[in-house]
Structure formats: C-alpha cells, structure tokens
C-alpha cells in the first residue's frame, strides 16, 4: 500500500463516463497544478526519503539511553503494575480501557518480563528485572508518530516542504521526546490517534469509490478509532474530528445531482460498518480479552460484588450456598454499592467525649470482618408489608449488630466530620431500644411489596422520623476510629453529590457465613430459599456493563478529596500552550540519580504559541483570501489551507474539552492537541513563506528547522537526565537551561 500515492481528481463539474459511472467521492483537495500532482514519481521519492530519514533520526533520539533512568518514573508506578497484573493474570481494577495496557503488557511478554516487578512507587530500581521491552515498546509507538504525522500533511496539501517542516517540529520536541520514553498509554493513544487522521486524510484522496484503496483506507480509520477509544476515552476526541470529517463528505454528496439515492445509502452504510462497526468490536473484544486473561483474585477484587468475585480461580465464594432474598433474623453484611465503598460496621467502642453522642460507634470498614454482621428484625406488626420472612420494600425494621446487639440509630445531633448530616450510632440491646433505631427499606427505583435480593437489589434504609438516609459520607474519621470511615443519616441521598463526591446513599446485602452457629435465632429462620452464588454469577455483558458503572463512577471522582475539593495538583489548561510547567518523570529530586523532566521545546512550542495566537487574524484573512478567489485562479494554496484548518480541528477537538473536565489535569494531557498544531504551523510556514523571495524563504525555513534542532539539543538532558543540582540553582552545571521561573528544575 503506498502511504504516499495520489491520484489526480476529477473537477467537480464532470460526469461521469460510461467506462467508469461511479458516482466519485467527494474530495476536498483537488489540486490541480501539474507540479504539485502528488502522482509524480519524483514527489513522491522526495516525499518517502525525508519520511525515512526523520523516521530514523527520531527511533535514534527515542531509544538512545533508554534504560535511563533505572527506576520507576512517573506513571510508570500505574501502567508497569499493570502490566505485571496481566502477565501474573491476577485481577485489577482502572479507569480506562484495557486495549493500551494489553498492548503495554504484551511488550513486556514478548520482551521476557515474568511480571516479577512491584512497580510500587516512583523511584523504585528495576534492579535485574527485564522491563526495558515496555520501555522500547512504547518508544517505538511513539516513533510512529512521525511517518504518519508527515504523510498526513502531504495528503492535506500535496507539499514535501511543509510536510518536512511539520514532521520536523514533533521530531526535536523534547516534552514529546520524554512522553514516548516511559512506560505509559500516552504513545500507544497517539499512535492511534494520528493513525486514524492519517486514514482520514486517505481516504478522503480515494478516486475509485468502493475500490480496494478505498475499502482499506476506511477500514484503516475505524480500526485505529476502535483502538484509541479502547485505550483511553479521551479516543472520543478523533471520533468527532473523524466524524466531522465524514459528516462534510456525506453533505457535499448529499448535494449533488449525479448521486442517486441507492449510491448515497451505499456510502453511508460502508461508513457505518467500518467507522462504527468495526471500533465497537474492536472495544467489546479488547474487554473479552481482558476478562479472559484476569482469571485470579488480586489487587481488585474486593471492588467486586460476590457474583463478579465468583468468577475467579479459587474464590471465596465457590461452593457457596446464600438465601436468594434477604431474610428476617438471618445473619448479613451490608456494603456500600459505589466502588470502594466499605461495609456497614460496629464494635464495642463509644464515640470519645465531645465526638457527639457518646454511644457505640458506628463505621464503614472496607475488609471481611465479623463486626460487619448485622440481623434484620422487624420492628411492631401490622406495618409490614411482608407475609413471611422475607424483606420487602416499604418494611419498618431494625439493624442488630449481630455480636454487640446495638440497634443502628440516629439522631439530631450533628455528624463527626460531615456536620450538614446527622450521626449515626449503635443504641439499645438485644431487640430493645427507642423509635430512633426505626429505618425504612426502599428499593432504588421499587414500590411497595417489591422483594430485595441478595448481592443485586440496591437498598436505602430511611430514617422514620428524620427522613434521613443511612449513608457513607466518604470522611475518614480521627484517628480514634481505626482509619475508618464515617457513617452518617444523610438529610438528602447520597449519590454522585458536590459536596460529599465520595459518598453514597445506596446499599447492598451482602449475605455471610462467617457467623458462629449460636448466635443466629435459627428458631425464627424457617423457609429460606437459598442459592449458590454460582447460580448469581455474571455473563459477559453483564460483567461490562458493571465495569462501566464502576469505571465512570471513579474516573468522575479523580483528584477530589472527600470534602468535594478538586486537588490542587490539578495543571488548569490554560497553561498548557504556554509551556510554563515542566513536569517531573523522576520523582524526588537527588543529586546522584538522573532526573527527567517534560517541557516542550521552548523554541518550537513559542513559534506554535504565536500561531495560536494570531489565528484570530489568520482565519478571517483565509476566508476573505478564498472568497475572492477567481475560477481562473491556482487552487494550489486553497487546498493547502483547507487541509491546515483539519489540522487545527483537530488541534482544538483535543485540547479545548479539557477546560470542561473537572478533574486532576496534567501538562501531558496537552501533547496529541500539540503535534496537532506543530502540524498546522508546519503548513501555515510553508504557505506564507511561498510568496517572498526564495533567498528569504530558504533562510526562514532553514532557521526554522536549524533552531528546533540546536533547542533540542539544548534542553536534552531534561531528556535523557540531569545529574546533580538543578537548573534553577546558581552552581547548577544546567544554569544555562533556566529560561523561565516557572520553571522548576
């Protein structure tokens, strides 16, 4: 397949001929200067030599000393961790998708690694461990950037020169350089991302609809949307700019008089099938593949439910027999139904004086435990909607903590932590107490009579005559609690709320066997339908839709505190152009290790900061300059800078949504909207350099490219690693390098 080819377009007023009546696809760049046909064999050989030689200078600058440093830096405390998880097969939990650390794992696979590393915390030796393979891995996908960064420009604008600028500019970037070096999802997504503009900017050169270039370049473009969004969900950013870019190309279609209705449903349903069919498969096996190869218990389990838990190679729960609905007077664990929440839990000590009511304490305790049991009993009769033993929405009962015998109660005294709630305490003994330990049971989204069932049925119990809500607030209470959490009577349901992000208002039962036989009334037990957890466990569907409920549940709550705080490590996006942060790789500055830093190539990140700083004028000058355009005129510089405007799409669909997120953001967040625009300015340099003489034009790209190279190199030990004092120290041996004062190295 030739990733450079082109073959010259129709003019838009032609028909079509007898010989070949295919309605022609709608193309954007129909450029038809004889010396710029990017079917000319000299171009083209032009074109693949720079490619190979940028190509090879960037696998140079990516793997040279890529063994350092020799520790664990920056995320790859996360994505390294990972990737023991999966070869040890043990299951674990993360907010994204599984494709990218499938893909980090399978390097290490293939490269030896056994899985053996911990990855605990940055900083960590690798010692003898043979992890570099993710390490090369991930560089390499990283290097892969650049041919498709550089055939994408020269599909956009037909120009060797421009695509040389461009290509140059993410090549010497020196934050990109760092981002590709690291055991991280960052080259894997931008491999894709770019691998799906450049099957975009393909397939919209295809001259013979429904060819086999045609099939392959489409095909192309959703395989790498389904990889990107299988990796990370900020995927969906090149799924609107390719859709944007689909959406234009079905329009100008729509609007022409030579394409019949059938030849439009025949587009449509091929751009259907390989840019929505394809990615959605490509997302659903990459969890089946995930599911199948975490077959034991690890690190995370416990945010599991027993009919997940089941699943796996020896679980506690295999063999294990439960009442199918939660019974009166039969032992049960009551836990929170949000990931990470813990059980409802009692032990035989009282709130310290001035910590509200002195009475039991009250916690929510995330291991097994037997202090989590408690004994649902009924409270007076005649109230109860249930005419046998089994629990149902609307009920009036107690919560018997099973080995101390305290009713679960509240009253209007003000929580320990989140005082805006009411405390929660254990009162009473063995069936006796006062009408504060009264709750009622409801159902999320049930009526009356409807039946709660074991590990499924999500439960609030709701206070009789303080309408509050029995909740977790998400607060860790003082140390006189253990490191446990608190347990409020919430005055409105816990949810997803601003002002307790951690907390939640909904339970489920959670049925035991831990129990000592004496202390359940087995007498007052008669009839209990029972089950084997077998029987509950999930299928695959179900599986994904519960990792879904708990993987947006938790990336929604990232970089907040339990008081509703966002972290204030949060990097705000409006810095990110500015190149004023410099992240560290390496953790803990000392002397005697290598220390790594991200910051972009001052001098090429400053060249793209004044183009996203002219745009105001630069666009109004390109709709004025076309619209004044003449039939006659050369169309050369048109499609050139149409082709930049997808580029600067693209640009702004991958950077202006993050200033709608509210969570922890990073400089790094910033990169794929970064080679974006080093892509426009590459063009936007190429376009307007055209029209001054040639002596200016050779020395203003000449500097260009001069100065992007003479910068990284400048800066490349925050590349490869500084040793001893940092920059911003007087006696620093890199005092050169401390440009700015934000910047802390």
Same mark, same amino acid.
């Given at each position: 397949m030739d990733i450079l080819g082109f073959e010259v377009v129709k003019k838009s007023n032609e028909s079509p001929t007898e010989e070949n009546d295919v309605v022609s696809e709608p193309v954007v760049h129909q450029n038809t200067s004889h010396k710029m046909r990017r079917d000319c064999a000299e171009e083209k050989r032009k074109g693949m030599y720079y490619m190979c030689i940028l190509t090879a200078i960037t696998l140079a600058l990516r793997l040279h000393t890529i063994g350092v440093p020799e520790f664990v830096c920056w995320d790859e405390t996360h994505f390294g961790k990972f990737a023991s998880w999966y070869i040890n097969r043990t299951f674990f939990f993360d907010v994204h998708p599984p494709l990218g650390k499938l893909a980090v794992a399978g390097m290490g696979y293939i490269s030896g690694y056994n899985g053996s590393h911990g990855f605990d915390n940055p900083g960590s030796e690798y010692g003898d461990h043979n992890v570099y393979g993710m390490r090369v891995g991930c560089a390499l996908m990283g290097v892969g950037v650049i041919p498709m960064g550089y055939a994408t420009v020269y599909?956009?604008?037909?120009?060797?020169?421009?695509?040389?600028?461009?290509?140059?500019?993410?090549?010497?970037?020196?934050?990109?350089?760092?981002?590709?070096?690291?055991?991280?999802?960052? &080259?894997?997504? *931008?491999f894709f991302i770019f691998g799906a503009t450049l099957g975009d900017a393909k397939f919209r050169n295809q001259r013979n609809p429904f060819g086999r270039d045609w099939w392959f370049w489409l095909a192309f473009t959703g395989i790498m949307l389904g990889c990107a969004i299988s990796t990370k969900y900020v995927g969906l950013f090149i799924f609107t700019y390719v859709g944007i870019s689909t959406i234009q190309q079905m329009w100008i279609m729509l609007g022409r008089s030579d394409c019949s209705l059938v030849e439009f449903t025949k587009h449509f349903t091929a751009r259907f099938i390989c840019l929505l069919g394809i990615p959605a498969i490509i997302y659903i096996l990459s969890f089946i593949i995930h599911f199948a190869v975490l077959t034991k218990p690890g690190n995370g389990t416990p945010y599991l439910r027993p009919d997940f838990q089941v699943l796996f190679e020896g679980s506690e729960y295999s063999g294990v027999t439960v009442p199918k609905y939660l019974n009166y007077y039969y032992p049960v664990s009551i836990r929170g139904n949000q990931p990470g929440d813990?059980?409802?839990?009692?032990?035989?000590?009282?709130?310290?004086k001035g910590a509200g009511a002195r009475q039991q304490m009250v916690t929510s305790y995330y291991h097994t435990d037997p202090n989590n049991v408690f004994v649902v009993k009924p409270w007076g009769s005649g109230l109860n909607y249930s005419t046998n033993q089994i629990v149902r929405h609307g009920d009036l009962l107690r919560l018997e903590h099973l080995y101390t015998g305290r009713n679960i109660h509240s009253h209007n005294i003000p929580a320990i932590m989140h005082k805006s709630h009411y405390q929660v305490t254990g009162y009473g003994w063995r069936g006796e107490g006062d009408a504060? /330990?009264?709750?009622?049971?409801?159902? =999320? /989204?049930?009526?009356?009579?409807?039946?709660?069932?074991?590990?499924?049925?999500?439960?609030? +119990?709701?206070?009789?005559? !303080?309408?509050?809500? !029995?909740?977790?607030?998400?607060?860790?209470? &003082?140390?006189?609690?253990?490191?446990?959490?608190?347990?409020?009577?919430?005055?409105?349901?816990?949810?997803? /709320?601003?002002?307790? $992000?951690l907390g939640s208002s909904f339970w489920l039962i959670h049925n035991t066997t831990a129990v000592e036989e004496d202390l359940?009334?087995? @007498?007052?037990?008669?009839?209990?339908?029972?089950?084997?957890?077998?029987?509950?466990?999930?299928? +695959?569907?179900?599986?994904?839709?519960?990792?879904?409920?708990? *993987?947006?549940?938790? @990336?929604? =709550?990232?970089?907040?505190?339990?008081?509703?705080?966002?972290?204030?490590?949060?990097?705000?996006?409006? #810095?990110?152009?500015? @190149?004023?942060?410099?992240?560290?790789?390496?953790?803990?500055?000392?002397?005697? #290790?290598?220390?790594?830093? *991200?910051?972009?190539?001052?001098?090429?990140?400053?060249?793209?900061?004044?183009?996203?700083?002219?745009?105001?004028?630069?666009?109004?000058?390109?709709?004025?300059?076309?619209?004044?355009?003449?039939?006659?005129? /050369?169309?050369?510089?048109?499609?050139?800078?149409?082709?930049?405007?997808?580029?600067?799409?693209?640009?702004?669909?991958?950077?202006?949504?993050?200033?709608?997120?509210?969570?922890?953001?990073?400089?790094?967040?910033?990169? $794929?909207?970064?080679v974006f625009v080093s892509l426009f300015t590459g063009i936007l340099i190429e376009r307007y350099t055209r029209s001054i003489p040639q002596l200016a034009r050779n020395i203003v790209i000449g500097a260009t490219i001069s100065l992007s190279v003479l910068t990284f190199g400048l800066f490349s030990p925050l590349v490869y690693g500084m040793l001893g004092d940092l920059a911003k120290y007087d006696n620093s041996t890199y005092h050169y390098l401390h440009w700015s004062s934000y910047w802390d190295f």
């Open positions: 599909e956009k604008t037909g120009s060797n020169m421009a695509a040389l600028i461009s290509t140059t500019l993410i090549v010497f970037d020196t934050g990109l350089a760092v981002l590709s070096r690291f055991i991280l999802l960052d &080259p894997v997504m *931008m813990g059980f409802l839990h009692s032990h035989p000590i009282n709130y310290p504060n /330990d009264i709750w009622r049971i409801e159902t =999320k /989204d049930g009526k009356p009579g409807d039946i709660v069932e074991t590990f499924k049925t999500e439960i609030t +119990f709701r206070h009789y005559f !303080l309408n509050c809500y !029995l909740s977790t607030s998400g607060y860790p209470l &003082p140390h006189w609690a253990y490191g446990q959490k608190e347990v409020v009577c919430a005055k409105w349901k816990l949810i997803k /709320d601003a002002k307790t $992000p359940v009334q087995v @007498n007052q037990i008669s009839d209990v339908q029972t089950t084997s957890v077998e029987n509950l466990s999930l299928s +695959f569907w179900s599986k994904l839709v519960r990792s879904h409920q708990m *993987m947006f549940n938790i @990336n929604g =709550k990232l970089g907040y505190n339990y008081e509703g705080v966002l972290s204030d490590q949060r990097n705000d996006p409006y #810095k990110w152009p500015l @190149n004023i942060v410099a992240q560290t790789y390496s953790g803990k500055h000392e002397r005697d #290790k290598p220390m790594v830093w *991200m910051l972009g190539n001052p001098f090429i990140w400053a060249v793209n900061l004044v183009v996203i700083l002219i745009l105001p004028l630069i666009i109004p000058y390109m709709l004025i300059e076309r619209r004044f355009q003449t039939p006659g005129d /050369d169309k050369t510089e048109e499609y050139e800078m149409e082709g930049g405007g997808w580029l600067l799409l693209g640009w702004a669909l991958h950077y202006l949504p993050f200033f709608l997120m509210q969570r922890v953001l990073y400089q790094h967040h910033y990169y $794929p909207a970064s």
